[in-house]
């Protein structure tokens, strides 16, 4: 069991929502999430139309989400939790079969904080959920670059990339672009020579002009505009 990580709002526990219309797949995390002194599952979910309808019920601090579902896919149920009044502090951790869901972008675009891979061990899958409930993205830099990347290189083309980046200060278009590279804010302080905090505070400027709802957009746009590339290494 594990008590260091909380729900980001309060000390109770991080209420999860489980989204799959599998009930295997439901039933073998709700086993593993009981256990967590830290975590607690306050709903499930067969469809992407019931996950928008518990997320309001329940409030979660993390909706553990699958894209293939019926009646409403988890792409367009995590649209509709990030446009909902009330649940913007609920977080998305979109379960993917690695690189052949394509729809992972589309559902960062959506709102998403980041993915997971539905064949994670335990303690992969524990530490996602903490990392996205305390307001970070799980964005791994080798599967952003393969998967984000594959899918926003047809689509760089048809991006203003100069007039959407126009509104960033040149500190802030640096760490834009180590965001998308994958940097956490005391590795990009360490490469630009900041502190820990100041990295943050661009961080949540870049976040405020371009309109991001976290920083797993951020790391889209970076690709969207040319600033990363899938080709680096």
Do not use: C, W
Request: hydrophobic letters at 45%; zero cysteines.
């Amino acid at each position: 069991m594990n008590a260091a990580a909380t729900s980001p709002l309060t000390d109770a526990p991080i209420k999860v929502l489980l989204a799959d219309d599998e009930g295997l797949v439901r039933s073998g995390f709700k086993v593993l999430l009981d256990v967590e002194d830290d975590i607690t599952v306050v709903g499930e979910a067969t469809n992407g139309a019931e996950a928008v309808e518990r997320a309001r019920a329940t409030r979660p601090d993390v909706v553990l989400m699958d894209i293939r579902m019926p009646k409403l896919d988890g792409i367009q149920a995590t649209a509709r939790i990030a446009e909902t009044r009330g649940l913007e502090q609920v977080r998305v951790l979109i379960l993917t079969t690695y690189d052949t869901d394509e729809y992972v972008f589309d559902a960062l675009q959506a709102g998403a904080s980041g993915f997971l891979l539905k064949d994670a061990g335990p303690a992969e899958l524990l530490h996602a959920i903490r990392v996205v409930a305390g307001g970070d993205a799980l964005l791994a830099p080798r599967i952003t670059r393969r998967l984000i990347g594959q899918f926003t290189a047809r689509r760089t083309a048809a991006q203003a990339a100069e007039d959407r980046l126009a509104v960033l200060t040149q500190r802030e278009r640096e760490v834009l672009a180590l965001v998308g590279q994958g940097l956490s804010n005391h590795e990009i302080g360490a490469e630009l020579f900041l502190s820990p905090a100041t990295a943050r505070t661009h961080v949540s400027h870049a976040m405020a002009k371009l309109s991001a709802r976290d920083r797993a957009q951020l790391v889209v746009i970076a690709y969207q505009t040319g600033l990363v590339s899938p080709h680096q290494p």
